[in-house]
Nanobody, 116 residues
Framework: QVQLVESGGGLVQPGGSLRLSCAAS????????MMWYRQAPGKERELVAG????????NYADSVKGRFTISRDNYKNTVYLQMNSLKPEDTAVYYC?????????WGKGTLVTVSS
């Protein structure tokens, strides 16, 4: 079965950095685009970044462009989100996602808190 396990969240001061990881299993990882979403308290889940199966095309939400970088390692079945220059408004639970046809799969998320 499809499993997505996020890690790397935590408490960081404004201006700091974190690197999130999402370990995938149960499907042919290298054949699918991968996405990172986030959900802040009281807000809807939003798409943060996406990367194609080969890693050659990446897209970002306007709010994170120039600060976040999505990447993947198809040998390790892992997708990453490097987050720099973090702001308090980046505080959220971050989720990994893969869409296989009509079915979307989600991890349990990892909490990122940006606060001094």
């Amino acid at each position: 079965q499809v499993q997505l396990v996020e890690s790397g969240g935590g408490l960081v001061q404004p201006g700091g950095s974190l690197r999130l990881s999402c370990a995938a299993s149960g499907f042919t990882f290298s054949s699918y685009a991968m996405m990172w979403y986030r959900q802040a308290p009281g807000k809807e889940r939003e798409l943060v970044a996406g990367i194609t199966s080969a890693g050659d095309i990446r897209n970002y939400a306007d709010s994170v462009k120039g600060r976040f970088t999505i990447s993947r390692d198809n040998y390790k079945n892992t997708v990453y989100l490097q987050m720099n220059s973090l702001k308090p408004e980046d505080t959220a639970v971050y989720y990994c996602n893969v869409q296989r046809g009509l079915v979307g799969y989600w991890g349990k998320g990892t909490l990122v808190t940006v606060s001094s």
